[in-house]
């Protein structure tokens, strides 16, 4: 099997992007339909289910798309085999942890969601882990098969029906119960749906076995159990940093009403626009998992180490450039998308974190990738410690501002032990210069020149939505400019013209 990881990655993105954006969009009416204090309960509702979801079937996703992708690198292998293995470890997990909540739901809805009414949905959505369990499984599958536009289409009717059952009961009124209850229906449906999609393809994606699988169960459980146990951790540690910033917000003394209206629109508007941009990085990241993973059971170094390479430089590239646009544009966004004005003083005082955000995401693949998952776990642990301390310690006294310090604190710290991992690990030569400073540079050059351009015409770069687009393009092709002519003048410019492409980098049959 060949994967042109450029050709991938694109195709991904513009998939993504384009859920993304309705996902912007859906948040947007949905807020202003049912309020930011509704919000701001489904988000925490929806936290706990994604930990229960990811939890209950130890990121099957994960495992089968590295596991899979493994055996794919061997001579002597067996796919089926190893498949059958992940199913079943995933599905008994699941009926394990299906099991538990039912029993504990009363005491979850009390303890973690506040509201004894919420029992019903919970046991809901505990019915829907063996479920989500299966999807997870064979959506792993397509990706270590680099079939990865079945998975972004199934990924496209997931959300197709989980908004369409949402947006049909936001056009009625509802209770917290019944919202909550919806949101669970919605995820069984879209699911469902997913798991149908993928099934109906999963006859023409098959590979050939040749051998015994390199697999077993004691094997398969050493190895997964990092990444479950981080996983879990890192689920666990999310979802508790979710349930505090509201509790921590009454602290600073605002109303209950008030505190999960603050928190609907940090999770709804102003998380959303930081991370929209970065949908290029998860496209990629998803397939940097498989890839690397491939290279490194082929015994391939010398390639995860121009990969990496490769890949850091482009997401830093990227991300600076986002930062420049958000700084400049953020306070009209966050106002244009129904946040007010602190929307939009949020989005400019996140906005210089954003390169340690999308750094994230890649670097936390190639981890993956190359087998750390335990430096991964304790990792995300240490940067989960520092995330709820600064909550604890800055959100009563500063308020909602509070959590502009405990975002930074734990992305930089978090994000500068993953880079000196990847550096030890992958041999990824540390260039400061070709790295940050070049892009740095080119960015304030870039978007200053842009700037004078536009006050010329008598136009402000956010003063209204064509604008703001005239500005973004404007801004990108002197950014590319500048930075291809630094490149070249200091004799470093890359064969492809300044942004490397990452296409054809594996060749190797499965």
């Known amino acids: 099997m060949k994967r042109n990881i450029l050709k991938d990655t694109i195709l991904l993105t513009v998939i993504q992007m384009t859920l993304d954006g309705l996902a912007l ?8 339909r049912l309020g930011t204090e509704a919000i701001g309960i489904l988000t925490l509702t929806a936290s706990f289910f994604r930990l229960a979801a990811l939890t209950s079937n130890g990121n099957a996703f994960l495992c ?16 089926g085999g190893v498949m059958r293995l992940c199913i079943g470890v995933s599905m008994a997990l699941s009926a394990v942890f299906t099991t538990v909540l039912l029993c504990c739901a009363p005491w979850c809805s009390v303890h973690f969601l506040k509201s004894p009414a919420l029992a019903a949905p919970i046991r809901l959505m505990a019915l829907s882990l063996p479920l989500v369990a299966l999807t997870s499984c064979v959506r792993g599958w397509f990706n ?7 998975c972004a289409a199934s990924d496209t009717v997931d959300f197709g029906v989980r908004s369409a059952v949402m947006v049909v009961a936001a056009a009625h009124p509802q209770t917290t119960e019944s919202l909550c209850r919806l949101t669970a229906v919605s995820m ?16 023409s994606c098959h590979a050939d076995k040749t051998g015994r699988a390199s697999l077993d169960l004691g094997r398969y459980l050493r190895l997964a159990l990092p990444v479950m146990g981080g996983s879990a951790l890192t689920s666990f540690l999310g979802s508790a940093n979710d349930a505090l910033v509201p509790i921590t917000l009454r602290q600073a003394g605002n109303s209950t009403a008030e505190a999960f209206s603050q928190f609907g629109i940090f999770e709804a508007i102003i998380l959303p626009t930081l991370f929209f941009p970065s949908t290029v990085l998860c496209s990629l990241a998803g397939i940097l998992i498989t890839e690397t993973a491939r290279e490194k059971a082929a015994g391939r170094s010398a390639r995860i180490t121009r990969l990496t390479e490769t890949a850091v430089r482009k997401t830093i590239v990227f991300a600076v450039f986002v930062t420049a646009i958000l700084m ?23 906005a210089p974190v954003v390169p340690f955000i999308y750094l994230e995401i890649v670097l936390e693949s190639i981890i993956k990738g190359i087998g750390e998952q335990v430096f991964s776990s304790v990792n995300y642990l240490c940067e989960y410690i520092i995330r709820i301390s600064f909550v604890l310690l800055f959100i009563p006294v500063f308020g909602f ?16 032990s993953r880079i000196v991992c990847i550096i030890r690990k992958t041999g990824m030569p540390p260039d400061p210069v070709r790295l940050v400073g070049i892009p740095v540079f080119s960015a304030v050059f870039a978007t200053q020149l842009a700037r004078m351009v536009l006050s010329l015409c008598h136009l402000e ?15 990108a092709a002197l950014y590319l400019l500048v ?12 064969a492809s013209g300044g942004i490397p492409v990452l296409g054809n980098i594996h060749k190797s049959k499965a």
Do not use: H, W
């Open 25 to 32: 969009v859906l948040n947007v009416f949905l807020t202003r």
């Open 328 to 350: 400049l544009v953020g306070r009209q966004l966050g106002e244009l998308l129904g946040g007010g004005d602190v929307a939009g003083k949020m989005i400019v005082l996140l």
């Open 144 to 150: 270590a098969c680099c079939k990865s536009g079945l």
């Open 401 to 416: 501002y509070g959590i502009v310090i405990s975002y930074y604190a734990s992305n930089v710290c978090g994000n500068l």
């Open 483 to 494: 930075q291809r002519g630094l490149f070249r003048l200091c004799g470093t410019i890359p």
């Open 64 to 79: 089968v798309s590295r596991f899979i992708s493994e055996e794919l690198g061997k001579t002597e292998r067996d796919p």
């Open 461 to 475: 770069p956010g003063g209204s939505i064509p604008s703001m687009c005239l500005f973004t393009a404007m801004d």
């Open 188 to 203: 069984i449906a879209g699911a469902a749906a997913q798991l149908l999609f993928l099934l109906c393809f999963l006859p």
